[in-house]
């Protein structure tokens, strides 16, 4: 059977025979792949997802990046620029990956700084101390390791094989954020002030990260149908919870939520309900730092303008003396 298709193609109104070989390959649990034909929702929702996860790691690169300079060791430097370089890349991964889906990068980047596609709430949030480096390491790299393991296995060819190394990556950011809060608690009273209210400040908004509640999850049912996520967003936050505390016991901080506690019944924790209508507000726009994040990203886009035109002038004499080799 011919499951080519051009990315021009692909209607719904294929023959059955191409629904139904699509169909098969989602049930056998195999992987689609960029050359196969795929319902047009399908494409459309991975690009969805698959840019704002891109936009995600770029914008996620702000927060911490403003503390590279600051850093209180060349060692804590390093890592941080490390970590940050990582986030670049894992948005590069992303935007390819899009990309095996007919997206054009320089598309989406116009829609992410005109503000017609999203990207991750927690970036818009401020960091206020050093302790907020550590807790996005442990929080926000630890909500992305376990929405982000299971994506691994995602219907999606390309998206699922890039996730295997950003996967990788993110338990080495992780780590490293851990370490640095144990560092901190290991030092004096004002850092283990610090590392507390950085804890008490991001909680809530990296349970936020892992979308609104399922009865509130327009996409959830169709994307787990067409096994592109493989959890409900309620469940992965009930995962993050479980693995987080005995972490937040470990280290000698309190998580800022009165309802935590162990439900021996279930064999879960029990949690409060996060502040959704905050989530909203951030999604739309309204959170303390969206302005600055999306004025951020399209000043460095203005400011990398010659380095594409460069590159793309390098490209054209590349080629152009390619053809001239080929003549002669
Ligand atoms: N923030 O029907 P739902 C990282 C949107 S990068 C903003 O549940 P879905 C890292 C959602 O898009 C972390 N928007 O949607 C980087 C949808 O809007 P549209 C990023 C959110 O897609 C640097 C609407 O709300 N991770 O880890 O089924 C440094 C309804 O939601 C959010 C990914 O992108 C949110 N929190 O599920 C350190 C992972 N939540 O498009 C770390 C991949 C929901 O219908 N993405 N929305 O207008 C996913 O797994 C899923 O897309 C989500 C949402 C679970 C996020």
Known sequence: MDTTHSSSSGADGAGPELQEHFEATIARDQRVEPRDWMPEGYRRTLIRQIAQHAHSEII??????EWITRAPSLRRKAILFAKVQDEAGHGLYLYSAAETLGADRADLTERLIEGRQKYSSIFNYPTANFADVGVIGWFVDGAAICNQVPLCRSSYGPY????????????????????????????????????????????????????????DSPNSAQSMAWKIKRHSNDELRQRFVDMTVPQAERLGVTLPDPELRWNEERGHHDFGTPDWA????????????????VQRRREAHEEGAWVREAATAHAAKQAAQAREGAVA
């Open 60 to 65: 996620g690169m702000q927060p911490e990046g």
């Open 278 to 293: 905050e989530l909203k507000r951030v999604i739309s726009g309204d959170g303390p730092c969206n302005d600055r994040r």
């Open 160 to 215: 699922a094989r890039s996730m295997v190394r950003i996967c990788k990556e993110e338990s080495f950011h992780q780590r490293q954020g851990y370490e640095l809060l144990m560092t901190m608690m290991r030092g004096t009273d004002a850092q283990r002030t610090m590392v507390q209210d950085a804890v008490d400040r991001w909680w809530w908004p990296s349970l936020m990260m892992f979308g609104p509640p399922d009865n």
